[in-house]
């Protein structure tokens, strides 16, 4: 058998990944942190924004009504931003028809 191949052959055969043994203790531990800053700001504008509570009828079609004049289509989740009222609230007018 040629060199090449009794090579190529033996190279083939090794493992990929060896064990290493260690000489000393790892100290570069990356502990977790329990509540990331995200999470903080979003608690914090959660918090400001307070319950939806629902407005009068009239001004909540006000509402819709001048946003639908702007832009022909919203989703229902757009809605509630804009209007600030709960999902049941924006849903119950007849005048607007809700996916659920």
């Keep these: 058998m ?9 190279e083939s ?5 060896l064990s290493q043994q260690l000489d000393k ?3 570069t531990n990356y502990k977790p942190v329990a509540n990331h800053q995200y999470n903080i700001e ?14 009068d009828k009239q001004h909540v079609l006000d509402m ?3 946003a639908f004049e702007k ?5 229902l989740k757009d809605l509630v931003d804009i209007t600030k009222q709960p999902v049941v609230c924006i849903c119950s007018h007849r005048s607007f028809k809700c996916p659920a």
């Design 2 to 10: 040629p060199l090449f191949f009794r090579l190529q052959i033996e």
């Design 13 to 17: 055969s090794k493992p990929v990944r």
């Design 25 to 27: 203790v790892v100290t």
């Design 42 to 55: 979003y608690e914090r504008k959660k918090k400001e924004d307070g319950k939806r509570a629902r407005a």
């Design 64 to 66: 819709l009504f001048s």
């Design 71 to 75: 832009h022909q289509y919203y989703n």
